[in-house]
């Protein structure tokens, strides 16, 4: 899947938008700015896990969304493990670097 930075930043925008109606459905106590400083800051294995709970409204369905969500938030928001790039610049960087 071969994005441009453009393309990652747009799709970024629409990955926001999704935590923002998905916290609004699930009556989440969590913001966007949650989410964002779990991501940056991970440390453990299981710090997805925290962002996937901060959806957990017991209704299977939402789950099921919020796993999707927060994954597509953890591979296009930034980590500082990455030097403050997320997943996908790093990708796109390495594309780059590589002529692909």
Same mark, same amino acid.
């Given at each position: 899947?071969?994005?441009? $930075?453009?393309?990652?930043?747009?799709? $970024?925008?629409?990955?926001?938008?999704?935590?923002?109606?998905?916290?609004? @459905?699930?009556?989440?106590?969590?913001?966007?700015?949650?989410?964002?400083? @779990?991501?940056?800051?991970?440390? /453990?294995?299981?710090?997805?896990?925290?962002?996937?709970?901060?959806?957990?409204?017991?209704?299977?369905?939402?789950?099921?969304?919020? @796993? /999707?969500?927060?994954?597509?938030?953890?591979?296009?928001?930034?980590?500082?493990?990455?030097?403050?790039?997320?997943?996908?610049?790093?990708?796109? /960087?390495? /594309?780059? $670097?590589?002529? $692909?």
């Amino acid at each position: 899947m071969h994005q441009t $930075k453009e393309e990652i930043i747009e799709y $970024k925008k629409e990955v926001e938008n999704d935590i923002r109606e998905l916290l609004k @459905v699930t009556k989440s106590v969590f913001t966007l700015d949650h989410v964002r400083d @779990v991501i940056y800051h991970e440390e /453990e294995t299981d710090d997805m896990q925290k962002v996937i709970a901060m959806f957990d409204d017991g209704n299977p369905e939402n789950l099921s969304n919020a @796993v /999707e969500v927060s994954t597509d938030a953890w591979n296009y928001f930034p980590h500082k493990l990455l030097n403050g790039l997320s997943p996908a610049e790093i990708l796109f /960087e390495h /594309e780059q $670097k590589n002529g $692909k």
